[in-house]
Structure formats: structure tokens, C-alpha cells
């Protein structure tokens, strides 16, 4: 099944710095990745998500890009601000897949030293 | 209406309890999802209800039961829970199964 790892499991950045994080997943029919943001004591929300016919996806400060042939994907945040700190989960699935869930990577945290 | 909600927001019940969670969606999607999460760690997924067939996680204990009244409700029936079940219980929608999924606030479950 598929399995996904990312990287790194804590972030520190100063603010107004760039903050990436990293994720490899194993199954190469995946074709939809999102990424969810949670904040401490909250809900996890869809920030951005990208899907595997296309490379790169910009939402303001927060970017998306996807290797599809070393199956790896990375969230870019740019000009990072203290609201920025939570925790950042990625995630891949197959569309279209009745039977198939999305699987999570183990998370980052995301600190904004000020 | 746009979102996932989720009653109770907080729950602390003792291990011989019988309680239940609820989950509602008005935004017509057709797959519903429970999930628990401890601190620092993702969502495990419990159960999947979509295309009005229920999918369990093997590893989810009995004391766990999911019901589905209908297409907008997804409830999770508690009993005989124990102390290592006590963590945030989160609630997801989506359109279809493996799409994106809209999370509710949780239910954070305290077992004594």
C-alpha cells in the first residue's frame, strides 16, 4: 500500500524567512496530493493541494511542487509570518479510487521565531 | 452550509459509560470518515462509510461502533472505552472517496 514520509518532523525559521518541507510517497498511481494545516487545538484545513498532471500550484505565499518521477512533492511558504506556525501534514491518494484513502505523513511542526 | 460539525465538542465519560459522537455534512458528499488523532501525531483513520458500504480499519477495537442514518450523518457509537482512547475524535467529508476531505472542529474524548 502506500506509504508517505516527510520531512522534517520540526521546522524552526525566523520570521519573514522561507520554510520547506518535504514528502515522498511510494505508490506511483498516487495522483492527488494536499496539504493540511493544524493549528493547536484545531481542526486540520486544506491549505493547497496539487494534482500529478500538473508540476507546480501558487496560492500567495504558499507553493506546491510535485516530481512525479522521484515521487516526491514539497510545500513551499515564503515570507513566513507567526500565523504560519502549526502543524503541516502532507498527503497522497488516488483519485477515482473507490476503494482507496488518503495516507498522511507524520506531520511537521512549523515554528516562527520572531 | 460548508462545513463538518461535530457535538459534543468535549466529552469525559468513565470506562463502563455508553456514549455517542456525532457527525453531520450538508454538502452533499458522498463519503464520510472518523478519525482519531493523539497528540503529535496524524490521523489514524477509523472507518469509511461511501457508496453506502462501511470500510473498517482491522485494527480498530470493537468498543468502536460507526452507524450512518443517512447520507448527511455519521455517527460513533462509545462503549466500554478505555484510558489509551482518550484523544481528539475528528470527523471528514468528501465529494467521493480519496478526494479532498473537510475536516470538523473534533470531539475531544477524556476516558477515566
Known amino acids: 500500500g502506500e506509504n508517505v514520509e516527510q520531512h522534517p518532523s520540526t521546522l524552526s525559521v525566523q520570521e519573514g524567512d522561507s520554510a520547506v518541507i518535504k514528502c515522498t510517497y511510494s505508490?506511483?498511481?498516487?495522483?492527488?496530493f494536499p496539504w493540511y494545516k493544524q493549528e493547536l487545538g484545531k481542526r486540520p484545513q486544506l491549505i493547497i493541494d496539487?494534482?500529478?498532471?500538473?508540476g507546480e500550484k501558487k496560492d500567495q505565499r504558499i507553493a506546491v511542487t510535485l516530481n512525479k518521477t522521484a515521487k516526491h512533492f514539497s510545500l513551499h511558504i515564503t515570507e513566513t509570518q507567526p500565523e504560519d506556525s502549526a502543524v503541516y501534514f502532507c498527503a497522497a491518494s488516488i483519485l477515482g479510487n473507490r476503494d482507496d484513502k488518503i495516507i498522511f505523513g507524520k506531520g511537521t511542526r512549523l515554528h516562527i521565531l520572531p | 452550509d460548508t462545513e463538518v460539525t461535530q457535538t459534543p465538542k468535549h466529552l469525559v465519560m468513565g470506562m463502563t459509560n455508553k456514549k455517542s459522537l456525532k457527525c453531520e455534512q450538508h454538502?452533499?458528499?458522498?463519503?464520510m470518515y472518523w478519525y482519531k488523532q493523539k497528540a503529535k501525531k496524524p490521523p489514524e483513520l477509523m472507518f469509511v462509510?461511501?457508496?453506502?458500504?462501511?470500510?473498517i480499519n482491522e485494527s480498530v477495537p470493537s468498543r468502536f461502533s460507526p452507524e450512518c442514518p443517512n447520507s448527511s450523518l455519521l455517527n460513533l457509537h462509545l462503549h466500554a472505552l478505555q484510558p489509551e482512547d482518550s484523544a481528539l475524535y475528528l470527523c471528514a467529508s468528501s465529494r467521493y472517496r480519496a478526494e479532498t476531505q473537510y475536516f470538523g472542529p473534533g470531539t475531544r474524548l477524556l476516558v477515566l
Open positions: 505508490d506511483s498511481a498516487s495522483n492527488y
Open positions: 462509510y461511501s457508496y453506502e458500504k462501511l470500510s
Open positions: 454538502m452533499g458528499h458522498r463519503a
Open positions: 496539487i494534482r500529478s498532471n500538473v
